[in-house]
């Protein structure tokens, strides 16, 4: 099978086009073969030796951790799909997934059932800033009816899912993003965009129920515009040793997060989907080969939404 692999780090020229034997499933993994790849910000920090390749060891390494396309084989014991069925999931994080790949082999319960909704190339850009966004809105703040919430960074690929799923919950969402995103925002269920380049955001907000951090940058800042008890994510990088016992002083609750593969949250999402509260924002879709051109314009892109690769 045609695979992207870098057998060094370093810029998006490390991205070859080579030949492998494809996976082959275990009882419990289905074999899927890849239609869409998403490309999302850890599939470059990774490249370079940042992100998850502590996790993954030295190259060579294949990329990547979103997929959508049809289970091609059916490991021992698997239910829930056949062969031929279209499935989307974010199989093995932070393990190795080789997503950018013609086939994948995962365990099946790290994939779902396509939304009948999305496109290939939608589905394929969900899951891992889907279920990032579902972990922190749902599973980590419990977003609630009526709660103020604020979203830095809120016109990417997660922050874009999270406007959408904590409006679906009721609350008052609040973004900073770049002005000319606000009226995509806004038709996301945003009652407010900031413009991160010329507003404090500390001048509009307080109160607030909590914080989604998709840049940062915003740590200390934000725990200034939170009521005692309200939670900070900071997705990221995490929260360091210095945010944490400063929110704790303010009792206020500070926390990092790390995506875990989630068959509960995917069919949140899903459920979302089917009821029109949840879409996805295409920025760019490349071919598999032009790995390399999507990671440069992944890092170099001030547009809204996800990158996706095409695999024909
Ligand atoms: N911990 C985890 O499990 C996890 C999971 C997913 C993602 N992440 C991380 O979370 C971050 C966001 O991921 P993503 O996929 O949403 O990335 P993305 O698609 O690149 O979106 C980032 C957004 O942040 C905006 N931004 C940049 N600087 C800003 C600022 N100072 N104030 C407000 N907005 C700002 C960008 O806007 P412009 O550049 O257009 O201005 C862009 O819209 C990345 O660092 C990623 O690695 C972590």
Known sequence: MKAIVQHELGGPEVLRTCEIEPPEPIPTEVQVRVRGAGVNPVDFKTRIGRGMSSVIGPPPFTVGWDVCGEVTA????????????????????????????????APSRHFEHKPHALSIEEAAALPLAGLTAWQVVVDTI??????????????GGV???????????????????????????????ASRTLDY??????????????????TGEYGERSLAVMRPGATLVSVPS???????????????RATGILVEPDPVGLAGLCDLIE????????????????????????????????????VP
């Not at 419990?142 to 016109?155: C, M, P, S, T």
């Not at 001048?203 to 989604?212: G, M, N, Y």
């Not at 547009?303 to 996706?308: H, L, R, S």
């Open 74 to 105: 059916v490991g021992g014991g698997v239910t829930r799909f056949q062969v031929g069925d279209e499935v989307f999931g974010m199989p093995w994080f932070p393990r190795e997934a080789g997503a950018y790949a013609e086939f994948v082999t």
């Open 159 to 189: 922050g874009h899912l999270a406007v959408q799923i904590a409006a679906a919950r009721g609350a008052n969402v609040i973004a900073t993003a770049r002005a000319e995103q606000a009226d995509f925002l806004a038709g996301l269920g």
């Open 142 to 155: 419990r977003v609630q009816d009526g709660d103020d919430v604020l979203i830095h960074g809120a016109a």
């Open 238 to 252: 995490g929260a360091k040793p210095e945010l944490l016992a400063l929110a704790k002083a303010q009792h206020k």
């Open 275 to 310: 009821r029109g509260k949840l879409g996805v924002e295409l920025d760019e879709v490349f071919d598999l080969e032009q790995a390399a051109d999507a990671h440069r314009h992944a890092e170099d892109s001030h547009g809204a939404g996800k990158i996706v690769l095409r």
């Open 197 to 214: 380049r010329d507003d404090d955001f500390e001048a509009h907000v307080a109160e607030l129920d909590s914080v989604i951090d998709l």
